[in-house]
């Protein structure tokens, strides 16, 4: 039976990343994932923010050109707010190359990194594979998901609340329209949440996401709803692919780690309340969980993991969280308008350009651990 000092479950962004700074550490790291292929099974838009960008080392050139301009539309879609930022705030990732990327700099790092083998169950220190023998792991990162088999194994907190999303993919003509982020509040196709375009010269992304109970239809209905005349969207450029997924936007977990394992990514709730931006948060928590991880294994004192704290996490989301709670109530088009309306203001053109172009989508997570408690794990 292989021995492994970190378990990592998931080669999502957060997986990866957090076993990539194990493994600098010195730890023996291993990633497994139930996928044959990083390049299926994608959920996500792929959009990093402007924090994001400069915070963290992504690769220039699987990076879309800057997008500046979002334009916000009521139901009706029409005559909708354009707010435009002096920088780039966005940019579209090709994440099949940015997951490749991530999984190439962990193996630099010394993880290994298995695809096509999927986590079973975990019981004291012994992890059953599905394709792969049992592992003995000293501690496991769950990074498998919005619905983590791993916390519950784990005995920490899972998901409750999610949105559910669906997106059409596929490149557009280059230089046909100039680079723009559309949304569209519309509670007929996307109930609690937003119907979005975004086009940045390169790809177009067309896609839906809403509380699944208030879609009768279901999410493809509504997307396929909205793609027929959703504003800004270009005709496609070579393959249609679709994506889709679950989207945890209950906030950050209370438990989040134990003495034999934490959370990071989705399996976590590390998404943006509010924007349900997740690509952020997993980098930022991620930095902190490694930090955390490779203490406790050094010190073996279990004191460390309480920094690893999601209940003091929440309380920097108490106000994303009550404007989740006041856009989940946006049920009719009229209040869509009317909500819209209210933004045609210049204190509520202030509020949404705070929202889409601010710094404080997901806060820092530090304090950081001194480097003394990182350096080395314990043997």
């Known amino acids: 039976m292989q021995t492994v000092d970190v378990l990592v479950v998931g080669a999502g962004l957060a997986g990866l990343h957090t076993a990539r700074l194990l493994a600098r550490r010195e730890l023996k790291v291993m990633v497994v994932d139930g996928r044959r292929s990083l390049s299926t099974g994608i959920r996500t838009t792929g959009i990093f923010v402007r924090r994001t960008l400069d915070d963290f080392d992504l690769p220039e050139h699987l990076l879309g050109p800057g997008v500046r301009d979002v334009l916000l539309y009521p139901p009706s879609r ?15 990732a090709d994440m099949a190359g940015i997951y490749d990327h991530a999984r190439r700099a962990a193996e630099s790092a010394g993880a290994q990194v298995l695809l096509g083998v999927r986590y079973v169950a975990a019981s004291r220190g012994i992890v059953r594979l599905a394709g792969a023998e049992p592992v003995r792991a000293g501690f ?9 088999r791993v916390a519950r194994d784990l005995g920490l907190d899972v998901n409750r609340s999610f949105l559910v ?3 059409i993919v596929h490149p557009v003509a280059s ?19 937003l ?7 390169r790809s177009a992304h067309v896609g839906v996401a809403g509380h699944p109970d208030a879609m009768p239809a279901g999410i493809r209905h509504a997307l396929d709803v909205f793609a027929a005349d959703a504003p800004g969207r270009v005709a496609p450029a070579g393959p249609v692919t679709r994506r ?3 989207i945890p936007v209950g906030g950050v977990l209370r438990r989040l780690a134990c003495p034999a394992g934490l959370l990071v990514g989705d399996a976590a709730g590390a998404v943006s309340p509010l924007t349900a931006g997740g690509l952020d948060p997993c980098l930022r928590m991620s930095d ?16 460390l993991l309480s920094r690893y704290d999601g209940g003091a996490l929440r309380t920097r989301f108490r106000g994303r969280l009550l404007l989740r709670r006041l856009f989940a109530g946006i049920r009719s088009p009229a209040a869509a308008e009317a909500a819209v309306s209210a933004l045609r203001s210049r204190a509520g053109r202030a509020l949404a ?15 950081r651990l001194p480097a003394t408690a990182i350096d080395r794990p314990r043997r």
């Open 140 to 148: 496991i990162v769950g990074a498998d998901g919005a619905r983590s």
């Open 175 to 193: 230089g046909s329209t100039p680079p723009a982020f559309h949304c569209v509040l519309d509670p007929r196709v996307a109930p609690g949440y």
């Open 353 to 367: 350009a705070r929202i889409l172009f601010g710094d404080g989508s997901f806060p820092d997570v530090g304090p």
């Open 244 to 246: 889709g997924g679950l």
């Open 78 to 92: 029409r005559a909708p707010i354009r707010l435009t930022s002096h920088r780039d705030e966005y940019r579209v």
């Open 288 to 303: 902190l969980a490694a930090e955390v991880t490779a203490g406790y294994l050094r010190t073996g004192d279990a004191r």
């Open 195 to 201: 119907g979005w375009v975004i086009d940045d010269g």
């Open 165 to 167: 999303g669906a997106e």
